[in-house]
């Protein structure tokens, strides 16, 4: 078992950052692909960034591409996304995820998920 959790979501303007982190405890960190996905009130759950486990493979949402940052310390079993520039349209609950196998575009291959942490952007 993993247990993943999260922490640093908000509410904050358009333009502005926020930073999250996903905590890991159970199995060894870096044995596994980690990556964030989100899900925005009525939508479906979407891939926003995922990375490798020795951190030297990384891709990104178009819709978030240049903007965030995905980033890992196998040290501290945490994985990070730094979020720039936000707009109205990345507000989500955004959730982190591990598995084994990476690149983690899909829900098939998540082997665990976070509880969540909401991200709001105000107009």
């Known amino acids: 078992q993993v247990q993943l959790v999260e922490s640093g979501g908000g509410l904050v303007q358009a333009g502005g950052s926020l930073s999250l982190s996903c905590a890991a405890s159970?199995?060894?960190?870096?044995?596994?692909?980690m990556g964030w996905f989100r899900q925005a009130p009525g939508k479906e759950r979407k891939f926003v960034a995922t990375i490798s486990q020795s951190g030297a493979i990384i891709y990104y949402a178009e819709s978030v591409k240049g903007r965030f940052t995905i980033s890992r310390d196998n040290a501290k079993n945490t994985v990070y996304l730094q979020m720039n520039s936000l707009e109205p349209e990345d507000t989500a609950v955004y959730y982190c995820a591990a598995g084994r196998v990476g690149p983690l575009y899909t829900d098939s291959r998540i082997n665990y998920w976070g509880q969540g942490t909401q991200v709001t952007v105000s107009s």
């Open positions: 159970g199995r060894t960190f870096s044995n596994y692909a």
